[in-house]
């Protein structure tokens, strides 16, 4: 059974500070990880995508993976009001499979 | 990352009838992907679309109730079937961005929004 947990929260955080995000899962053969925004109403939009132990950085954004913890963060640098949403982490184990996702963590930017 | 075209974007159906959801991609795309939105929850796989062979069903999920066209390596669609109140959900469909053989994510269409009445 392939899962993927998440705090659904919400989570707030004030404007500027650091928004950090967790996902654990359990599927060791999981090989692909990702976290999407989604805004209300609209479909998901991909924000990282990481493949291997360590950290990936992309503008304010930085993903986290340790596969020994089973373990995926995502962290918001310089958080603003516009990062308010929800943010699901989905995690692929290859091949043909598609996406397994978290329910999603709701994240407030408070202004 | 590809393109997807997904219609109709929302729909109010009565019980019983069936609704097909078409996805446009506007490249050439091994396996496209059905998930269901449930209100207030995340996405669930509902199956794997190939070209040539029949979709693969997650558990939960059967052909009858949700029966899936491939016809080409750019289009599906996905039938809801005798729908019921339950089916009310947001539909969508996703496919895998690739290059030179790595993956880069998967894109999804911008869904379809399911009311049934």
């Known amino acids: 059974q392939k899962e993927v947990e998440q705090n659904s929260g919400p989570l707030s955080v004030p404007e500027g500070a650091i928004a950090s995000l967790n996902c654990t899962y359990s599927d060791r053969g999981s090989q692909s990880f990702f976290w999407y925004r989604q805004y209300s109403g609209k479909s998901p939009e991909l924000i990282m995508s990481i493949y291997s132990n360590g950290d990936k950085e992309d503008g304010r954004f930085t993903a986290q993976l340790n596969k020994a913890s089973q373990y995926v963060s995502l962290l918001i640098r310089d958080s603003q009001p516009s990062d308010s949403a929800t943010y699901l982490c989905?995690?692929?184990?290859?091949?043909?499979?598609?996406?397994?996702f978290g329910k999603g963590t709701h994240l407030i930017i408070q202004p | 990352s590809a393109v997807i075209s997904q219609k109709p974007s929302r729909d109010i159906c009565q019980r019983g009838t069936s609704l097909t959801i078409q996805c446009q991609v506007d490249?050439?795309?091994?396996?496209m992907f059905w998930y269901r939105q449930q209100p207030g929850q995340s996405l669930t796989l509902i199956a794997t679309a190939n070209q040539g062979s029949e979709a693969t069903y997650e558990s939960g999920f059967v052909i009858d109730k949700f029966p899936i066209s491939r016809p080409n390596l750019t289009f599906s669609t996905l039938t809801v079937s005798n729908m019921s109140p339950e089916d009310s959900s947001i539909y969508l469909c996703?496919?895998?961005?690739?290059?030179?053989?790595?993956?880069?994510?998967?894109?999804f269409g911008s869904g379809t929004r399911l009311t049934v009445v």
């Open positions: 490249s050439q795309v091994t396996m």
């Open positions: 989905a995690v692929n184990i290859g091949g043909a499979d598609g996406l397994t």
């Open positions: 996703s496919v895998e961005d690739q290059g030179q053989g790595r993956n880069y994510g998967y894109t």
